[in-house]
């Protein structure tokens, strides 16, 4: 069994970005630039938002933070977003979501420039993805490709079967995986809530991406030997153990599994780091102009 | 064992669409506009493009044919589509692919107004289509869920397989028999050239969608006792029995499936006719701007 270390790989990849950075710097280039527009004081929001905005710092980006109270309008969003649309000197920004309730989020994603939209959730970026345009590859799909390509994980011709159908995993993930080339070129099976016989499907999987939400969901007796892993579930549950007062509980049963799996991301440290370190590649991206002009 | 009679359907849909435009006229609404960019004389869009203009008659819509010749600029095509987007007569159009070669398709299809894009091809409404928001969702893929329906087609919860994972048919389709409601809900599978094992999956299915482009790819052997089959392969094959000199094959081996399976669609009269009568509801639904405002 081989621990997928999402902590290291994402340490080397800010590592690799950070020397870019420099070297842009170095030939009077542009220093990428990200906003995060925060809105409330949701407590998962604010430590993803204050992860970003220290990750920026650590790769050598500009980075910028701006606050709402929950209170605010759709219109003062949209007004914010139409704002920083038109700024030059942003390359790419994100509305941290969820969204207060009377703020509609699809309206402000669909506001969002596809250009600076690296979350890649505006519609423009979610359908060149599925035809194999360039684009901006949402974050925590984007990341799970990369560990699979850094541990030289085998994925044509094998059963990959993916557990959710969310539009910011599920979906784009099993896209990923059926596109030609590598990472890709698998079997992809979609289950969900609706999906009778999920042990027999994972039981013939070769590769398990688990994105339900549900904790410890996938057990020990649902795989099979050799499998390769991947936990996508971050599912905040009480603990006394830790100062915070709760722990990340992935999809997996870790403990049962690890012991048939031939690869495995832990959660935390496996999808996680990944996750916001392809939202500053992507942000790399966006300051290069590599994606769009 | 039931035939899918998608001739029989589709002629049922064309005298609901003529019925709503005859309302729509008799209450002085405007009549739905489709324009047709052929380029060339190759046979096939031929045989397509004058199938659209005469079902647009049918139903009561306005049509134009706009007729290039292969030696057209991309400048050329690229400036037709600008005029068609700003012309507010027309609600829809669509530019016959394939193109030839120093045209890029996509180039031609990332400038057509989404809003008018009934063929459903721009990433905006591909997006949205994976998303699950409202949008033009591409003919044959609309046509095949339609056909389900008709049929009361049971789908939550099946085991469906899609073979083929090309932009226009298997992604799309698969995205839609995953979506949560009906016809959805469905476990999906998508197979494709690499996949090393596609009998033993094909055996599992309860619902097959055969879009790989290869005659006669689904053998009887393949399938278990009870399933449904879409075959939405139209490969042109030479013929002597037929005054044009070549016939439709599907890519399903219909003569030994047909004997297992409990629905089935016939090629032709299978899918093709709803693919057609797909982009006239699209249609339908621009000259009502139901979709897009």
């Given amino acids: 069994m081989q621990l997928i270390d999402g902590k290291a790989i994402a340490a080397q990849i800010k590592k690799e970005i950070a020397e870019e950075v420099t070297i842009i710097k170095a030939n009077g280039g542009k220093t990428p630039h990200l906003v995060a527009v925060l809105v409330g004081h949701d407590g998962g929001s604010e430590t993803y938002v204050s992860n970003k905005v220290r ?3 650590e790769v050598g980006f500009k980075s910028t933070l701006i606050r709402y109270e929950s209170d605010v309008t759709e219109e003062e969003i949209l007004a914010c977003v139409e704002k920083l649309n038109k700024d030059a000197d942003v390359d790419g920004f994100i509305v941290q979501l969820p969204l207060p309730k009377h703020i509609s989020e699809e309206k402000v994603i669909e506001a969002i420039d596809y250009r600076k939209d690296v979350d890649g959730f505006h519609p423009i970026n979610v359908g060149r993805m599925s035809i194999g ?7 925590t799909p984007a990341g799970i490709v990369e560990l699979l390509k850094r541990y030289n994980i085998p994925t044509q011709g094998k059963n990959c079967v993916v557990l959710g159908r969310s539009n910011i995993v599920g979906k784009p993930i099993a896209g990923l995986m ?11 099976t979609v289950c969900h809530s609706r999906t009778p016989n999920i042990k027999e499907i994972c039981l013939e999987a070769d590769i398990i991406i688990a994105a339900m939400g ?7 007796d649902m795989v099979k030997e050799g499998v390769t892993v991947i936990d996508v579930g971050t599912t905040r549950v009480p603990s006394t ?13 870790f403990d049962e599994v690890v012991a048939k799996a031939g690869f495995i991301t832990p959660v935390p440290g496996g999808v996680g780091p990944m996750t916001i370190i392809s939202l500053m590649r992507n942000t790399l991206l966006a300051g290069k102009k590599e994606i769009y002009k």
Same sequence: chains 1, 2.
Avoid: I, N
């Fill in 178 to 188: 059926m596109q030609k080339g590598y990472p890709g070129d698998a079997t992809v």
């Fill in 55 to 57: 990750t920026c710092e």
């Fill in 214 to 220: 549900v904790p410890e969901f996938l057990k020990g």
């Fill in 133 to 139: 345009l360039p684009c901006f590859v949402s974050a």
């Fill in 241 to 253: 153990e830790t100062k915070s007062g709760f722990k990340l509980k992935g999809d997996v049963a």
